[in-house]
């Protein structure tokens, strides 16, 4: 599969649309949401690429695109520990994740229909992320959704390289700012993530109306 054909299934899957917890930002939810956009090119615009536009053929898993995404922000976060040290490293990518998350909610909202409750938890339904977390609906009610997550891409990626800690506070924090942006009715609560080395991830949602 090439990887203008990846990015064609990643988008109609909308992996990249609407991440997860302990995902969209992950992949930087404008600049990656724009990428997939170049799919929709007429051929002739994109015959017309300069050479250093062309895409890659090269193959990719679910896995590698993860990891590629993440490896800098691992490097430059564990060489900001050294010179800052890790409590102000970490300190600082909570805010940054948080702020992005949040501006990213609202712009989530702007794309849909409405901000209601149900409209957010059908972010999380099945078959999305699919390919990339396995998780079971837990509670579902009108005013609740819950998700217990065993698998998580992120978590394996960043755990992998020894640097749950970072992956913590530059992805799965900016869960609790994403529905707040989205709505502000809208709470998540968790006491458990795979980042940080439990069992599961629980996410639940709640509506504060």
């Known amino acids: 599969m090439s990887q203008k054909t990846l990015r064609n299934e990643l988008d109609r899957r909308q992996f990249l649309k609407i991440m997860p917890a302990c995902s969209l930002m992950c992949l930087g939810s404008g600049g990656v949401w724009a990428l997939t956009q170049q799919s929709e090119q007429t051929p002739a615009v994109q015959e017309a690429k300069h050479k250093f536009d062309q895409e890659l053929e090269r193959k990719l898993t679910y896995r590698q695109l993860i990891s590629l995404q993440y490896r800098e922000?691992?490097?430059?976060?564990?060489?900001?520990?050294?010179?800052?040290?890790?409590?102000?490293?970490?300190?600082?990518?909570?805010?940054?994740?948080?702020?992005?998350?949040?501006?990213?909610?609202?712009?989530?909202?702007?794309r849909s229909p409405d901000n209601s409750f149900q409209t957010y938890v059908k972010t999380f339904r099945p078959p999305n992320y699919k390919d990339t977390w396995t998780a079971e609906i837990v509670e579902d009610t009108e005013n609740a959704f819950e998700l217990r997550v065993t698998e998580c891409i992120w978590a394996a990626v960043f755990r992998e390289a020894q640097a749950g800690d970072i992956g913590y506070a530059s992805v799965c924090y900016g869960d609790y700012a994403w529905p707040q942006g989205f709505n502000p009715k809208i709470k998540m609560i968790r006491d458990k993530t795979l980042m940080q080395g439990h069992e599961y991830c629980n996410h639940r949602y709640v509506w504060e109306g």
């Open 73 to 110: 922000t691992i490097q430059l976060a564990k060489a900001l520990m050294e010179e800052m040290g890790k409590d102000k490293t970490i300190e600082f990518l909570k805010q940054h994740t948080h702020m992005k998350m949040l501006k990213f909610g609202q712009q989530h909202a702007k």
